[in-house]
């Protein structure tokens, strides 16, 4: 005689990627008592499509792209057994026009230069980093050593003095653009491969012209809908030996023999302490204490015309000087420039990191609209540019539930930790 097993009854706290491909790969194991509780009145987390601008195509608040197009990236196998790649396109950053503040566009010549010599640079930083843990027992970030670097090389540069101001300039874009590439400021960020940190597949960034949230429809699709429940805010977690009891914030309580926490590492290094009951192991307490969640927000323009195309696809701002004395006065100068979005005619993406990311959140969209209109007209040297009919900004640093965009590492953390939050409490049975 065969004896049934209890199913066992699992909740998973957030409904982002990592929450409903956990209940995904639940279910098509067969397990029928999944529950997944979601803060927020969406599914997605930091996806977020939704439609603005021209045109028939989503933007995204949040993820991007698809890093690595490759079939070894589980991502892009879904992308592209549902057909959302098409249109197809890689993002290009060495196809970006650099302009000055007075309207001219620095040579291609320099560019190309400017562009070996930051990437040069860059991998100088990523091995000193290693090398002075490994050597001297020091935790370095970016900055200063990356500016020290760049000002070196800039030394060995034989060319004239307005050669070398225009390469000066165009570092400085490729700057902001390393800030919001890598999270936030560079003072704040050190990165060190771990061989058990995920690697990023060769191939370069790819866009889902039709909205990531492709990506977690189709996972959602064979997940009961009575499994997903929105709005519900997990305010408190008790374990026991017997059984996990979760309590959300509008009364409801859940018992759980299993839970999978989700949530972003902002949220967790807010909340931990009042969260989980007993508190968390203090292995992972000082685990999240050496994360950050950086700071990068998107700024969407729609106009009525075209304002880049057909002359532009990208534009980066070569700015003069990027330093900021006061963030209230000079947060602008942390605008890496525009993309004309690709599958639209009249709709501009900006890119923003650190202080002034987070600082622009306290600003309407009106206010930030005009000044990101008189920095087209400066920088494309055109005071004929209207101004925009539609504004929409990203505000991640202040989401409740996000606190943030994306994590990097802290001068606290020692490489290959982060791997210690994803190990399960076995009691009782929690999962991260």
Known sequence: MSVLRKQPNVVIIGAGMAGISAARRLVDAGFRNVLILEAADRIGGRIHTVQFGDGKFPVE?????????????????????????????????????FLREDGVEISREIIKEAFHIFNRVLDEVYRTIINERLKHGRIITFAPLIFESLE???????????????MQKALKAMTNHCRFHEGDELERITWEKHEQEYNIPEGGDVHIPGGYA??????????????????KEVVEILRSDEIIEIKTRDGSTFEADHVIVTSSIGYLKKHHETLFKPKLPQSKIDVLTSLELGRVNKIFLEFDQPILAPTYRSIAFAWDDTSIKNVQNDWYKRIFGFDQIFTKNNTLLGWIAG?????????SNDEIGKICTELLRKFLGNRNIPNPKAVLVSRWCNNPYVLGSYFHQSKRMIPGEQMILSEPITTPRWTF
């Open 61 to 97: 608040l949040g993820a991007n792209w698809i890093h690595g197009p490759t079939l070894q990236n589980s991502t892009f196998q879904i992308a592209e057994a549902i057909g959302a790649l098409q249109p197809y396109r890689i993002n290009n950053r060495m196809s970006s026009r």
């Open 355 to 363: 202080d002034a990311a987070e600082y622009m959140e306290t600003l």
């Open 214 to 231: 492709q990506i977690i429809n189709h996972l959602m699709k064979l997940i009961p809908k009575k499994s997903l429940m929105l709005k």
């Open 152 to 166: 070196k090389e800039l030394q060995n540069v034989k060319a004239d003095d307005s050669y070398i101001k225009d």
